[in-house]
């Protein structure tokens, strides 16, 4: 079945980086762009950013500019987030999510988040 | 950036009641949004997208309608499974936003 399985739980000091995997089994992961989105201790869900999978090409997050890094790697059909500088605030659940998409009758393709990863929770503390 | 906000951000209901929730974005996202369920410790759940469209596999007693700023989400015949938290999302625009979310609990 289609699934996303992400690396398990992080630990980090203020200052350091993490890098987060969500491995994609199930369909093509070329076919489907990813994002990440992220959840503080009862907060709402923040959309970090995005990468085409089958291109490369990324998108993200005006605040996160500079620190997020996106990746993936086709040939074991994973995707990464690293996030760097980490601070307290960016204690979270981080998920991956895969994009899928429809088209209307007119024509206007419309995108959701169908899959989602089981989350992996980063905890900031010095 | 397009802000969405949920009324009402807590909600008590009973088993076979039926509940709307509502979400409102600060620029028209036409018909871009989707609505998502999250359980405790468990990531969110699809239910809808395009504003209506039920996603497969999810009871037909959820059903979303509207376009432009204000949408909504009605759960018709709440079953025990149905205590959550709901959330709706627009992906008219980058960047990609959520609504502040609504938990949904049980009377």
């Known amino acids: 079945q289609v699934q996303l399985v992400q690396s398990g739980a992080e630990v980090k000091k203020p200052g350091a980086s993490v890098k987060v995997s969500c491995k994609a089994s199930?369909?093509?992961?070329?076919?489907?762009?990813m994002h990440w989105v992220r959840q503080a201790p009862g907060q709402r869900l923040e959309w970090m950013g995005w990468i085409n999978a089958g291109y490369g090409n990324t998108k993200y997050l005006q605040k996160f500019q500079g620190r997020v890094t996106i990746t993936r790697d086709t040939s074991a059909s994973t995707a990464f987030m690293e996030l760097s500088s980490l601070r307290s605030e960016d204690t979270a659940v981080y998920y991956c999510?895969?994009?899928?998409?429809?088209?209307?009758?007119?024509?206007?393709?419309?995108?959701?988040?169908?899959?989602w990863g089981q989350g992996t929770m980063v905890t900031v503390s010095s | 950036d397009i802000q969405l906000t949920q009324s009402p951000s807590f909600l008590s209901a009973s088993v076979g009641d039926s509940v709307t929730i509502t979400c409102r974005a600060s620029q028209g996202t036409s018909s871009y949004l989707a609505w998502y369920q999250q359980k405790p410790g468990k990531a969110p759940k699809l239910l809808i997208y395009a504003a209506s469209t039920l996603q497969s596999g999810v009871p037909s007693r959820f059903s979303g309608s509207g376009s432009g700023t204000e949408f909504t989400l009605t759960i018709s015949s709440l079953q025990p499974e149905d205590f959550a938290t709901y959330y709706c999302q627009q992906l008219n625009s980058y960047p990609i936003t959520f609504g502040q979310g609504t938990r949904l609990e049980i009377k």
């Open positions: 999510a895969r994009e899928t998409y429809y088209y209307d009758t007119s024509g206007n393709r419309i995108d959701a988040f169908d899959i």
């Open positions: 199930g369909y093509t992961f070329t076919s489907n762009a």
